[in-house]
């Protein structure tokens, strides 16, 4: 088979075009997203680099390799597809059909869907074969008759025609077959894997956060009975800063700081805690309304731990802000949770257990 040139489309086979302008429409669709993800390598590593150089320089790195990745992703399914319409061409001018029945039930491998194809009009020795022509070209889910167009020597590669569509495919012996069935219930299984480990990820964030929450509010419960001791104020301020990314990109945030000055036992303490937990808020007015009520020389009540004399606040209390805060962390846990017994029980029921047993089925089916 020469590879001396590449087959353009006017000189293929004329079941073969449809096939050829379907994988040229894959190939510019790959080719968009890796330009979107390059604009986005460029729009998300400024943003980042305005908020955090370090983090823009990993945003920009992560999508050029990602970018990369698609590119070198469009040169190989590139060759591959001049490839299959090399072999296309070969089989359909060359090979005699020969009927057969094809059995489709959405068994998935490695690198296709899994089909059983009886050789003969009325079904004969059964043997398994990969389909490579893509989601978008399946048969229909049963049984069809069609026509099987391969080598003498069987090498591998075959066609199958039917009446309403061209689908390229591979044979598989019984031990490949196999292979496929353990390759895909490995990929299967890294695929519950990584899913389940994001969430571990995101319900290990939310149990710090609980842990500070809780930690706050016993502190604030704590705070009521400590002693309190002259002070002053030595800096008050409202400080602004960028924070998160979600569908609106950051937002800015106020923060009230509060510098003060104390003494407890003949020793001087700084102090910048206002209260337990204080967090800062996308409202200027609630953090500016703080700093007016400490102004800078303002001489203050400092409430401190007497068994830590460094550990202080402005005001105690502040029970009900604790708890609604780590309420919210123990309700974004429990949704976590079931999110991800969920989604991994779905992937279970719906993709692994199912496609196990049609690929049982399927190796049983199989004849030789």
């Known amino acids: 088979m020469s590879r001396s040139h590449d087959l353009t489309e006017g000189a293929l086979h004329p079941q073969l075009r449809p096939l050829h302008r379907l994988d040229r ?77 094809l059995t489709f039930d959405n068994a998935i491998g490695l690198n296709g869907f899994l089909v059983l194809l009886e050789e ?42 039917s009446a309403q569509r061209l689908i390229f495919a591979r044979w598989l012996q019984r031990p490949q077959l196999r292979a496929e069935g353990d390759k895909v219930g490995r990929l299967f299984h890294l695929l519950l894997g990584s899913i389940g480990l994001t969430f571990a990820l995101g319900a290990w964030f939310l149990v710090a956060e609980i842990q500070q929450a809780t930690e706050s509010l016993q502190l604030a419960e704590v705070s009521r009975g400590w002693p309190a001791a002259a002070g002053v104020v030595t800096r008050s301020e409202v400080v602004s800063f960028m924070q998160g990314g979600g569908k609106g990109g950051p937002q800015r945030y106020f923060r009230a700081e509060v510098a003060y000055r ?50 202080a606040v402005l005001e105690v209390g502040h029970e009900a802000e604790a708890a609604d805060r780590r309420r919210n962390h123990l309700y974004g846990l429990a949704a976590l949770t079931a999110a991800a017994l969920l989604v991994l029980l779905l992937i279970w029921l719906l993709l692994l257990r199912p496609n196990r047993r049609r690929l049982d089925q399927l190796q049983r089916a199989v004849t030789e």
């Open 25 to 101: 429409v894959g190939l510019g669709l790959l080719r968009v997203v890796a330009a979107l993800t390059l604009l986005l390598a460029l729009a998300g590593g400024a943003i980042a680099w305005w908020i955090d150089p370090w983090l823009g320089a990993a945003m920009t790195l992560l999508c050029a390799v990602a970018a990369a990745g698609f590119g070198w992703l469009h040169g190989h399914l590139g060759r591959l597809q001049q490839e299959r319409m090399r072999i296309g061409q070969l089989l359909l001018t060359e090979a005699n059909p020969q009927p057969a029945l």
């Open 262 to 311: 104390y003494q407890v036992q003949e020793r001087v303490w700084q102090g910048e805690r206002l209260w337990f937990p204080y967090q800062p808020t996308r409202q200027q007015a609630g953090a500016e309304a703080i700093v007016a009520r400490y102004p800078a020389g303002t001489t203050v009540a400092v409430h401190y731990n007497p068994s830590q004399p460094s550990q």
């Open 120 to 161: 003969g009009a009325k079904g004969g020795r059964a043997r398994a074969a990969l389909l490579e022509s893509g989601k978008f070209n399946l048969p229909p889910v049963g049984r069809s008759a069609v026509e099987l167009l391969f080598t003498p020597n069987r090498d591998g590669r075959l066609l199958i025609r």
